[in-house]
């Protein structure tokens, strides 16, 4: 997210992928033709999933990092569940299984106290859930309503492990979960958790920020990313890099002040930062060691013991061939999105309703795939998750904040962009409804990930 108004040039996203210089030629043009021919490949990988196997024709399409870009969400599901369902016939052939008896108001604490001394290979096996003082059988019901208590139970501000961000209603850990003594046992039993309603295909209604799911999958996070968690700090490192530091009276150094209850310590962000002043030459780095600082180096002890239980159900190489967005799906589903209720909540700067751009826009967003739709709300609001009220309830930086579409005025060249924590679509004027669609795809799914670092 840009502030409305403030955006410099926005470059089109380019369809090629990017050719790196010390790849080898044979995977370069591999990597190519795979572009080239991804609509036919896909469609072939649907009819027969086996020719992406390990000894599959057409394995390169999840073996190789870039070529993945290419693989179809619906075919990289098929593929993922195919392997995680050799990894559970294996645990229950062993005849692995866990069985919990929880009170149904202390669902967090008796899950925990019953999973942490269980294995991995048991974790893969049966789950079965039973509620304390209340009769039945769990034939999936008992399971399902259990994960369903329990991902809100994640977010309780009393156990203080997730903090919500600014696109709310989103989570990343929180920095000061350390006051718990127990927060790293938790972000384990949490990792497995999410793991475990992945491996066994429940749904959770959970939403994290796009740097968490980053990390999840493995992913470098960019400075950008910081827009979800801090708003206004975003900002601030976006003036940063856009104006001399001497027109903004700016005086830093390779430091950074960490606020803890009121006490301010100071963390040098390289060795001997507090020594190294920022200038306009070096400022790109501040700016992304500063960021990486607040979504990576802050809490890293807490990815890490998510990242521990997670991978104990979902193998870090196996859930790589997603991207952060598709990981959201996976994790929540796909949102159930009414575009006449979006419509109807949506307000228009320097456009109207009746213009020929917004006619097409319309359309265009009609003829979308489920998939496509989802990948939209992801774009413009920073989570696919859509209120339970409706539209109307949509969440920004500043309460309650409808969908809005401004007019863009780089040229029909420029791709479409968003402000997501004001739900605001930047869109070009373009010229027919065919170029509209192409260009709101393109975005949706390739957009300008800007720096991105380790």
Known sequence: MAPPGQEGPRREASRTATLQDDEPIETQRLTQFVERNKVLLNALIRQNSGLVEAKGSLSAMVVIPRCRNFLQFDNKRAYFRTQLKRLRHNARRHGHSVRLSVRREHVFEDSFNQIRPRNADEMRGRLSVAFYNEEGIDAGGLTREWFLILARSIFNADYGLFIDSADAPTYQPNPLSHYNPDHLAYFKFVGRIIGKA???????????????????????????????????????????????????????????????????????????????????????????????????????????????????????????????????????????????????????????????????????????????????????????????EGFKALVGMRGLQQFNIHKAYGGEKTLPSAHTCFNQLDLPEYTSLEQTKAKLLMACREGNEGFGFG
């Open 198 to 388: 992945i491996a066994d295909n429940h749904l959770l209604d959970t939403f994290f920020t796009r740097s968490f799911y980053k990390h999840i999958l493995g992913l470098p996070v960019s400075w950008q990313d910081v827009q979800s968690i801090d708003p206004d700090y975003f900002k601030s490192l976006q003036s940063i890099l856009a104006f001399p530091l001497e027109s903004l009276m700016l005086d830093l150094d390779f430091t950074y002040e960490n606020h803890e209850f009121g006490k301010i310590t100071v963390v040098e962000l390289k060795e001997n930062g507090k020594d190294i002043p920022v200038t306009d030459e070096n400022k790109l780095e501040y700016v992304q060691l500063v960021a990486q600082f607040k979504m990576s180096n802050g809490i890293r002890k807490q990815i890490d013991s998510f990242l521990e239980g997670f991978h104990e159900l979902i193998p870090p190489d196996l859930i790589a061939i997603f991207n952060e967005k598709e990981l959201e799906l996976l994790i929540s589903g796909m949102p159930d999105i009414d575009l006449v209720d979006l419509k109807a909540h949506t307000d228009y700067s320097h456009y109207k309703a009746s213009d020929p751009a917004i006619r097409w826009f319309w359309t265009a967003l009609e003829s979308f795939s489920q998939e496509e739709k989802a990948l939209f709300v992801q774009f413009v609001t920073g989570t696919s998750k859509v209120p339970l």
